[in-house]
């Protein structure tokens, strides 16, 4: 096996072989960007290396990283000894055959690049060693020895330690790469990682080699870009001074003149072609990147990049007012919150997204917050930038192998599925009433782990689902042009066979009996569906009562919140009635006839598409299509299976409760959810008084704060000074957790709302279409707004389905309210989820106040063909029950016609 492999070698992209620095500068090499030529010393060379030495590993793993002194004397002992070893025989030979194609003369930058680099949630800066203007084979053999002995320097054994990566994962690849003296040499950032900017970029710079800039040791310049303009935003120019400049021993300070050190470093010239370098990088990884960039004779030379994966939160009720609409009691969320993690982390790595740094989601005061930078840093984003039907061409070879996960994520989910389910049946089968304290709360513990597991790969499904819609749209607009483009898309996707609509249809089938059965119906008219329930009144409807038993038992563990703390249809089987009791009243067409009319109307728009396409693009559209619907069908259905959790969750945390009930430190076995998960198991492990009235004086207190917190309306976005927002320590999600818990209830989804303006379709990609203009006496309400202004007719949000409807409104804030929800009105919710399904058939329009053109209310909406406007800040405040509103679901505007008559 040859020891050295060249920037050019397809193998050196392999971070195994090349780590994670020799990796991406092989990568942007051979991608063409200007990258001074050199090669990669393989990680085996390394593990050559070190296997003199069998017991290393095990030794690294005994230092106390927490104890400085012990852990630099032990280090320093480590590195001692392993200086003595001599390199592999076979190198002094390969590296003169690679010296061969430089100057005898050529000076060479050194460089550590660890195998953990670009796999671990961590960037391990400054922790491995880089060597400088080597020159000669004895220096360069010297510095690579000096590489492999940086993987065991005090600072990178703690380091390891502390995220919990396994040392002996480590393998550290050396670069050897050509030295650039560079004149002025600095870094750049596609966003702003300290203000949390993403439309801004940001370059630092100095004379001399980039190591002033990277130290931080010195003032350097300062420039802030507008991303799309590319014009100055601001400058700030340093007192700079030295530069660091090549010398005989590696590198040297060279003091500044005057005059330099007050002088932009940088000229207007130099700027926009460091700023076009960056971009062009960014384009090619779709990711924003940090690059380190210097010039020599007004050239300039990429030295390397990296994503950017770490910048401040953004904390909003963007992404999480649809999935998270009221208040969550804290025992959920801490289940929720390492699980979700967990899963984004699994995600992300699969569908090779960089790792992300941070929270996603975090809760204050009872409400989840997104972190809406993380959201649009990942996900705002397209991984194909076509500008034409031929360059699509172009890449098909590529694309199978490049995206292959797509299509083998459906396969990973359901392989794990079988195993979830049985797990569910063993846990439900489980009894618990003899169960000590601490078995109890093992198995709610086995439970969530069970869901973690399982959930894993589920965020990656939901992100898939919105990159393929959003890319299909894309497509169509190269093929059709952008005003046919929304029409098609939305009739390419107009029916997915889904576990909602298979309900729908069963629930549908149920009304049908009623209404066939006159004395059954007159009972629906005469009693409240609790009634009919409570008092046993169905048992003489053999066949009815018969045919409700079966669906609670296939569908009752369906939610009607997120929070597990409230039951599901199966401990409230009246919801399940009044749904039957909306259909009663509908007019509407069965679902059987809504599904051959929306499979025709695909069916004609693929006839439209494939004729304008040439036929060598057929099959991949056809697989694309494929795909986009067969991901909407899979996101539906891994929620479906993962509120299957729901029951062994309350069934294990109920029975822990009536225990803690009986002994008074619950007032109520469920108020078990008002307890955090660590103080909770503290209590349970130590099984002694103070620990019981601490929990219970806490239980109570939060109860007390969720109560009242659930009955207003949070603030939509959150300034984070001086406010308590509720989110665990920043970590390695990739680190093991024994009992990482599960995204409990419905799995939440990480697809952003899009901005406003034209049809759903044109929703999807964040663009903003030319909107009518509105009339003189019409203006569109800010979206912070809580009432109609005597000036204001509109409120604005997304177009969620195209159409115009009218009719009075009529708020739904729970399932307590679907009984009362009158034919012929306008929904409004803060949102919708599938066990809302019935009262879409009876709704004229749907307006939400979270969500987008792919939540359940806008798709369930396009399927009803009622027009639904989505993202409609504040409407449950700013509309009443009885206001009269004209919807128009493709402009995206509620308009008031006529508040409600006191």
């Not at 590489?147 to 550290?172: D, N, T, V």
């Not at 061409?393 to 459906?410: G, H, K, T």
């Not at 939901?462 to 929304?486: C, E, F, N």
């Not at 509105?774 to 109609?788: C, G, K, P, W």
């Amino acid at each position: 096996m040859t020891t050295i492999l060249h920037f050019h070698d397809p193998l050196a992209m392999q971070v195994a072989e090349s780590g994670g620095k020799g990796a991406n500068l092989a990568r942007l090499s051979q991608a063409g960007f200007p990258v001074p030529p050199g090669f990669i010393l393989r990680s085996q060379t390394f593990r050559d290396f070190v296997s003199a030495v069998p017991d290393l590993f095990p030794r690294l793993s005994h230092i106390p990283f927490d104890n400085p002194s012990v852990l630099a004397a032990e280090a320093a002992a480590l590195r001692s000894e392993l200086a003595e070893l001599p390199l592999p025989a076979s190198l002094p030979s390969e590296l003169h055959a690679a010296l061969a194609a430089f100057p005898s003369s050529q000076a060479f930058s050194v460089r550590s690049s660890s195998t953990l680099e670009d796999l671990a949630l961590a960037a391990f800066a400054g922790q491995h060693e880089t060597f400088l203007n080597c020159i000669g084979e004895e220096r360069i053999l010297s510095a690579i020895k000096g590489c492999f002995l940086s993987l065991f320097a005090e600072r990178a054994i703690a380091y390891r330690a502390q995220h919990k990566f396994p040392h002996e994962q480590a393998a550290m690849a050396v670069v050897v790469q050509q030295m650039v003296p560079c004149e002025v040499a600095g870094v750049a950032f596609t966003i702003n990682p300290i203000k949390g900017d993403l439309s801004e970029l940001l370059i630092n710079s100095n004379f001399g080699l980039g190591e002033s800039v990277v130290s931080g040791e010195g003032q350097i310049d300062q420039f802030a870009l507008d991303r799309n303009t590319h014009s100055l935003r601001e400058q700030r120019l340093g007192q700079k001074s030295h530069k660091i400049v090549p010398s005989c021993s590696g590198t040297a300070q060279v003091p500044l003149s005057p005059q330099e050190s007050s002088a932009s470093s940088l000229s207007p010239e130099q700027l926009a072609q460091v700023s076009a370098l960056a971009l062009r990088v960014e384009q090619h990884y779709h990711f924003p990147q940090d690059i380190e960039w210097g010039f020599v004779d007004n050239q300039l030379f990429l030295l390397q990049s990296r994503p950017i994966t770490t910048i401040p939160p953004r904390w909003t009720r963007d992404e999480s007012a649809e999935r998270f609409p009221t208040a969550i009691t804290p025992l959920t969320w801490d289940f929720v919150d390492d699980g979700f993690h967990r899963s984004l982390t699994f995600s992300l790595r699969l569908m090779g997204f960089p790792p992300f740094q941070g929270k996603w989601f975090g809760m204050h005061d009872h409400y989840i917050y997104g972190n809406q930078n993380a959201v649009e840093l990942y996900l705002n984003r397209i991984p194909l930038r076509l500008e034409s039907l031929a360059q699509l061409e172009a890449i098909l070879p590529n694309l199978r192998d490049n995206y292959r996960w797509v299509q083998e994520l459906p396969l990973l989910w359901s392989g794990d599925l079988d195993h979830y389910l049985i797990r569910i049946g063993e846990f439900m089968a489980h009894p618990l009433e003899s169960e000590p304290l601490p078995n109890l709360w093992n198995f709610v513990k086995d439970v969530r782990e069970l869901g973690a597991h399982y959930f894993q790969p589920n965020i990656a499904i939901s992100i898939t689902q919105s990159l393929l819609h959003r890319l299909l749209y894309h497509l169509l607009v190269l093929t059709v042009g952008p005003s046919d483009a929304p029409r098609l898309h939305d009739s390419l996707l107009a029916f997915c066979e889904t576990k909602t609509g298979l309900i729908n249809a069963e629930l549908f089938s149920l009304a049908r009996e009623v209404r066939s059965t006159p004395a059954l119906l007159q009972l629906f008219r005469d009693h409240s569906s609790r009634e009919i329930v409570e008092q046993k009144l169905l048992p003489p409807f053999r066949d009815f009562s018969l045919h409700f038993e079966t669906f609670l038992r296939h569908h009752g563990h369906r939610e009607v919140e997120f929070d597990a703390y409230h039951p599901t249809w199966l401990e409230l089987p009246w919801v399940v009635l009044d749904h039957i009791r909306l259909l009663l009243e509908t007019d509407a067409p069965s679902p059987s006839q809504r599904e051959h009319e929306l499979r025709l109307r695909m069916l004609n728009a693929e006839i439209e598409l494939f004729h304008r396409l040439s036929p060598s693009l057929h099959f991949f559209f056809h697989e694309f299509i494929r795909l986009a619907r067969a991901y909407t069908s899979l996101d539906d259905l891994e929620h479906y299976q993962t509120t299957r959790l729901t029951l062994p969750l309350r069934k294990g945390l109920h029975e822990l409760g009536r225990r803690l009930y009986i002994r008074g430190v619950l007032l109520d076995p469920m108020d078990i959810f008002f307890a955090h998960a660590a103080p909770l198991e503290k209590a349970v492990l130590a099984n002694d008084d103070p620990q019981w009235r601490a929990l219970a004086e806490s239980i109570r207190a939060e109860k007390d704060s969720y109560l009242q917190d659930r009955q207003r309306t949070p603030d939509w976005t959150m300034e984070c000074s001086g406010r308590s927002l509720v989110v665990s320590p920043a970590e390695p999600s990739d680190r093991p957790s024994p009992s990482a818990p599960v995204a409990q209830g419905e799995s939440p989804r990480v697809t952003s709302p899009p901005p406003s303006g034209g049809s759903p379709a044109a929703s999807l990609l964040g663009s903003t279409p030319h909107e009518a203009p509105l009339t003189s006496n019409e203006s569109v309400s800010s979206t912070s707004s809580t009432s109609f202004p005597s000036s204001t007719s509109l409120l604005s949000g997304l177009p969620g389905s195209p159409g115009q409807a009218q009719g009075p409104v009529f708020l739904v804030r729970s399932m307590d309210d679907f009984a009362a929800f009158p034919k012929g009105a306008v929904l409004v919710a803060r949102t919708t989820n599938p066990t809302w399904t019935p009262l879409f058939y009876n709704a004229v329009a749907v307006v939400t106040e979270s969500g987008g053109p792919l939540s359940h209310g806008a798709v369930t909406a396009r399927e009803m063909q009622i027009p639904a406007v989505m993202s409609v800040r504040n409407c449950m405040s700013a509309l009443k029950n009885g206001d009269t509103v004209h919807v128009d679901g493709s402009r995206g505007l509620v308009t008031l016609i006529a508040p409600r008559m006191v």
